[in-house]
């Protein structure tokens, strides 16, 4: 049973020996990949609002224009990009980022339809009417945003918040409910939760984590394929606990091919998610 970990946290102990091994015993791995790991940008806001942390928001992650992830819930600027819980469920979403191209869109205000969002701004400007625009979205956003979404709604920080026009209040809408964000990398391997690669599905037994190349091997958890689109829902913890526990009853059988054993029934259901998973 090969229980050696994936390539993240290498502080633990965890160096990606187990892919050296799982080679020599002939697999072909699919090259392992950070997953549910902080993402980076390229772009300048992110690091004007590092340490922003924001509740309450929805981000949606687009790959080549279409929308591939949504979740509502925290997210954080950094100085090299975005992190936060969001932030690392969306990554698991990634692909290859050479072929493709991704953006996230942060809704600020997604419990308020466009048109809602309008009506509270107009409200705000009516009270604030002699603040300059800054001044005036004190009670929509927090006061490190204020300067950048001023500088990207392009408007003159001069204008008082009655001098807005009805186009631009809509400008500013369009911008609170589809905030962009470019992502140009996933975050390195030294810093991410998981490893997302690994061992082919197809080199592993239907039932069990047994080896088909190597009849008596076994191996679980970081190794195993399937954690790629598993780590969307289980972020790996229980999910090296089932495998492990499978793996272990896959090496036991081996040695006596003829008998047949049953897996637990709660290893057999957590397997039956991760088949919905896949699917």
Known sequence: LVATGGLSYPTTGSTGDGYKLARQAGHTLVEPVPSLVSLVSHDADCKKMMGLALKNVTLTLHEDGKAIFEEQGEMLFTHFGISGPL??????????????????????????????????????????????????????????????????????????????????????????????????????LAHAVITSGGRPQDHAEQKGAGSLLCRRGAGCGRLYRRLQSADRI??????????????????QRAPSLGQQQRLPPAVTERFKRLEISDS
């Not at 290859?96 to 308020?112: R, V």
Request: aromatic share 6%; proline share 3%; with cysteine.
């Open 87 to 188: 932030t690392l469920s969306a990554s698991s979403h990634l692909g290859d980022m050479k072929k493709h191209k991704y953006e996230a869109f942060i809704d600020l205000k997604p419990a308020l339809s466009e048109e809602q969002l309008y009506d509270r701004i107009t409200r705000d400007f009516a009270l604030l009417a002699n603040h300059a625009a800054q001044g005036a979205l004190v009670k929509l956003l927090p006061s490190s945003m204020q300067p950048v979404m001023v500088a990207r709604w392009g408007i003159d920080p001069a204008t008082r918040a009655n001098q807005i026009t009805r186009e631009q209040k809509r400008e500013l809408v369009q911008l609170m409910k589809h905030w962009r964000v470019s992502i140009d990398a996933r975050g390195d």
């Open 234 to 251: 289980l972020h790996g913890t229980e999910f090296c606990e089932s495998s492990g526990m499978t793996s272990q009853s896959a090496s």
